[in-house]
């Protein structure tokens, strides 16, 4: 069954790197997106990303963040300057034109140190 | 503003039928979406709803009302492996946005 997948699972990173997560959507889905899960708190979307670009973006989504889908199977979110407040669980999801439902990977655990 | 509320914790015992409620106020409705998390793994996607009405899928049922801004999902001969969070979410807009709005999570334990 294809899926989506998600690498790292698990990143330490100190205050003030860059990271990249990365993802590989379900190949002939055409929408992507990014949500994140700070531990204890419900899933929260960051941005979704059409036809080569952002279609749109919450306020969390901030000139911090960017998304690349650099060739025909990556997305990725890169975050520019870490801080403590982004530990959270990072999800990347996909879906095609029907059926609508959004799978998603296994998710980034984003720790910030 | 968007606001989707569901109880915070459900219990219930192994054999028997929960019903989780969702209440949802957005600026626009495109569809309610039903998913499981167990602790530390991804949503798994359950069921959907866009017309009112009923949908059917094995143990698993959701239920929606666009008029009442309400969904449930039913879930009948509980088993230990339901214990889960059962998150409710809507896509507010058609067209190309196609974000999900999310609840908070139903947070069910099954007992023996």
């Known amino acids: 069954e294809p899926e989506v997948t998600q690498t790292p699972s698990h990143q330490v990173t100190q205050m003030g790197q860059e990271v990249i997560l990365r993802c590989v959507p379900i190949s002939n889905h055409l929408y992507f997106y990014w949500y994140r899960q700070i531990l204890g708190q419900k899933v929260e979307f960051l941005v979704s990303f059409y036809n080569n670009e952002i279609s749109e973006k919450s306020e969390i989504f901030d000139d911090q963040f960017s998304v690349e889908r650099p060739d025909g199977s990556n997305f990725t979110l890169k975050i520019r300057s870490t801080k403590l407040e982004d530990s959270a669980m990072y999800f990347c999801?996909?879906?095609?034109?029907?059926?609508?439902?959004?799978?998603f990977g296994q998710g980034t655990r984003l720790t910030v140190v | 503003g968007q606001n989707i509320d569901q109880p915070t914790e459900m219990t219930a015992t192994e054999g028997a039928i929960v019903q989780i409620n969702c209440t949802y106020q957005?600026?626009?409705?495109?569809?309610l979406f039903w998913y499981q998390q167990h602790a530390g793994e991804a949503p798994t996607f359950l069921s959907y709803?866009?017309l009112d009405g009923l949908e059917e899928k094995g143990r698993f049922s959701s239920f929606l009302s666009r008029s009442k801004g309400y969904s449930y999902l039913l879930l009948k001969e509980l088993q230990m492996k339901d214990s889960a969070s059962y998150l409710c979410?809507?896509?507010?807009?058609?067209?190309?946005?196609?974000?999900?709005?999310w609840g908070l999570g139903t947070s069910l334990a099954v007992n023996p």
């Open positions: 979410a809507v896509r507010d807009n058609a067209g190309n946005n196609r974000k999900l709005i």
């Open positions: 957005t600026s626009g409705f495109n569809g």
């Open positions: 999801a996909s879906s095609g034109g029907v059926p609508t439902e959004a799978f």
């Open positions: 709803n866009v």
